[in-house]
């Protein structure tokens, strides 16, 4: 019986040794130590054995049975540890990736205008201020002179929120909040977005900007308000730009202007452009701030007077920068952006 283990033990020791894959481990593993294996037979018969043997050989069956098993164990080691590596260089996968350069915005032209535009206000002694883009009607329309029957108090012309509140068509109605809150005398400007129902195209977007000044003084005349103007916009296009003033009506101010410019193609010689006339047309509005639109803000009209301007700032972006798509102002695309 002794003898029989023992051969039995190095059989199993030697064919362990060739092993090569999992499943010959396995089904060596059965072969010797599984339910009707070599070892398990064997030791079936102990109960033929001498009692006193019984112990003898129950011990050396199990050290064999151990030293079967360690061995198995220390084999499936070394056998997973092969088959992980092969796994692994045949998974592997490389991590390292060329990434696109950190690319970095730029300024939006628009944007760069309102700066220069508000810097160059301030050097003439305008404070910059802000205003809510949701407004009241009462500060978009009513406070500015805009009568009830009036177009653009349409609804089809205006967002509005509810019957008292829109999204303020206009950047006027800071100068209202302006006028009420701190009174006179003042010098303003205030630029942002603004709101009217309005089809997208080239030229049109229901959201543009505007930018709008206003001076309350006493002894504030037409005279002060073209000269503050023709500064303004020498210094934006440039010294050989002249300006045209064209009586136009506005509900706030009386007398009212629009102003055109020398055609910034041709500097006023005459392009297609500017179809052959030398000017651009409509850069801005202006006048005298109606002595109505004082009183509802709680200004003396008898002791002052104001004037007011404002302007539509992608247009002067436009012409500034020869854009000819308002689109691509509110597209943000890199690639238009970093023209500029
Ligand atoms: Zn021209």
Same mark, same amino acid.
């Given at each position: 019986?002794?003898?029989?283990? %023992?051969?039995?033990?190095?059989?199993?020791?030697?064919?362990?040794?060739?092993? !090569?894959?999992?499943?010959?481990?396995?089904?060596?593993?059965?072969?010797?130590?599984?339910?009707?294996?070599?070892? *398990?037979?064997?030791? =079936?018969?102990?109960?033929?054995?001498?009692?006193?043997?019984?112990?003898?050989?129950?011990? /050396?069956?199990? !050290?064999? =049975?151990?030293?079967?098993?360690?061995?198995? !164990?220390?084999?499936?080691?070394?056998?997973?540890?092969?088959?992980?590596?092969?796994?692994?260089?045949?998974?592997?996968?490389?991590? *390292? #990736?060329?990434?696109?350069?950190?690319?970095?915005?730029?300024?939006?032209?628009?944007?760069?205008?309102?700066?220069?535009?508000?810097?160059?206000?301030?050097? #003439?002694?305008?404070?910059?201020?802000?205003?809510?883009?949701?407004?009241?009607?009462?500060? +978009?329309?009513?406070?500015?002179?805009?009568?009830?029957? $009036?177009?653009? =108090?349409?609804?089809?012309? *205006?967002?509005?929120?509810?019957?008292?509140?829109?999204?303020?068509?206009?950047?006027?109605?800071?100068?209202?909040?302006? /006028?009420?809150?701190?009174?006179?005398?003042?010098?303003?400007?205030?630029?942002?977005?603004?709101?009217?129902?309005?089809?997208?195209?080239?030229? $049109?977007?229901? #959201?543009?900007?505007?930018?709008?000044?206003?001076?309350? %003084?006493?002894?504030? !005349?037409?005279?002060?308000?073209?000269?503050?103007?023709?500064?303004? &916009?020498?210094?934006?296009?440039?010294?050989?730009?002249?300006?045209?003033? =064209?009586?136009?009506?506005?509900?706030?101010?009386?007398?009212?202007?629009?102003?055109?410019?020398?055609?910034?193609?041709? /500097?006023?010689?005459?392009?297609?452009?500017?179809?052959? *006339?030398?000017?651009? /047309?409509?850069?801005?509005?202006?006048? #005298?701030? $109606?002595?109505?639109?004082?009183? +509802?803000?709680?200004?003396?009209?008898?002791?002052?007077?104001?004037?007011?301007?404002?302007?539509?700032?992608?247009?002067?972006?436009?012409?500034?920068?020869? &854009?000819?798509?308002?689109?691509?102002?509110?597209?943000?695309?890199?690639?238009?952006?970093?023209?500029?």
């Amino acid at each position: 019986m002794k003898e029989k283990l %023992d051969k039995i033990g190095q059989g199993a020791i030697k064919e362990l040794e060739k092993v !090569s894959d999992l499943k010959e481990l396995e089904d060596l593993r059965v072969k010797y130590l599984g339910k009707r294996g070599k070892l *398990t037979l064997v030791l =079936r018969d102990m109960g033929k054995l001498d009692p006193k043997e019984r112990p003898i050989v129950g011990q /050396m069956a199990n !050290s064999i =049975r151990k030293e079967i098993e360690e061995k198995i !164990s220390s084999i499936k080691d070394k056998l997973d540890e092969e088959v992980k590596k092969i796994r692994l260089e045949k998974e592997k996968i490389d991590i *390292t #990736m060329t990434r696109e350069k950190t690319r970095l915005g730029h300024k939006n032209p628009l944007i760069a205008t309102i700066e220069e535009l508000e810097d160059l206000f301030t050097s #003439m002694g305008f404070t910059v201020i802000e205003g809510p883009e949701i407004e009241t009607v009462e500060n +978009n329309f009513d406070a500015l002179n805009t009568p009830a029957n $009036h177009p653009s =108090r349409d609804h089809s012309d *205006t967002f509005y929120i509810n019957e008292d509140l829109l999204l303020r068509t206009h950047t006027s109605p800071v100068q209202i909040r302006a /006028m009420k809150e701190m009174g006179a005398p003042l010098r303003i400007i205030s630029a942002g977005r603004t709101f009217r129902f309005d089809d997208v195209d080239d030229t $049109h977007s229901p #959201m543009f900007h505007q930018l709008e000044g206003l001076v309350v %003084d006493e002894n504030v !005349s037409m005279a002060n308000l073209i000269h503050t103007l023709d500064i303004f &916009i020498k210094e934006l296009f440039g010294a050989g730009m002249k300006t045209r003033y =064209r009586p136009h009506h506005f509900p706030f101010t009386e007398p009212s202007a629009e102003v055109d410019v020398s055609c910034i193609s041709c /500097m006023g010689q005459g392009c297609e452009q500017c179809n052959y *006339t030398g000017w651009d /047309m409509e850069l801005l509005g202006c006048g #005298m701030v $109606h002595p109505q639109v004082l009183e +509802n803000c709680g200004i003396d009209s008898e002791k002052y007077t104001g004037f007011a301007f404002g302007m539509g700032i992608d247009r002067i972006t436009m012409v500034k920068y020869g &854009i000819n798509d308002i689109r691509l102002l509110f597209e943000n695309d890199n690639r238009f952006l970093q023209q500029f």
